[in-house]
């Protein structure tokens, strides 16, 4: 098991500050993870195979995100539909989570497959309801306690809300 470090950012720029700050300081593409609502009026480029980077542009214009380079260089993005929550956007290791077996095996609901991503029950109920009203879920999945000090650090500097750190279980595919 390794250890993930999570937070809440209440707007597109508090997140964008979180994910580039998170890149500044070391942290790999595949470590970073964001799932937020989709609030656009097409879902076209969900379903086009391009590279990350156009697809990032497409999703970051979209919903507000600048020119969408930081979520560019997020892996694995592109959108999903959890019921009762609607259409999101997630990009790094949640997005695979999601999408497989943890929701799977939790009937569908975004607590569920948070909650099988190692958060407690209670943390994660918190986070689909922040999501819900528009913020942007961040993770961190980290090595050791250096990297989740730093972490957690930069989180606090940009003052994102519920900010946990807990034990991630592997997702099996």
Known sequence: MTKAVFGIA???????TIVSELKAAGFSNNDVSVLFP???????????KHTKMPEGAAIG????????????????IGSL???GVGPLIAAGPIMGALSGAAVGAAAGSLSGGLIGLGIPEYEAKRYEEKI?????????HTDNSDQRDKAKKIFERAHAEDISSTEEESVKH
């Open 10 to 16: 209440q707007s597109t720029d508090q997140a964008e």
């Open 61 to 76: 214009g979209t919903v507000g995100l600048g020119t969408g380079a930081i979520l560019g260089w997020l892996a694995g």
């Open 81 to 83: 539909a959890i019921p």
């Open 132 to 140: 819900r009203g528009g913020n942007t879920l961040i993770s961190v």
């Open 38 to 48: 989709d609030k656009s009026t097409t879902r076209d480029f969900a379903h086009e």
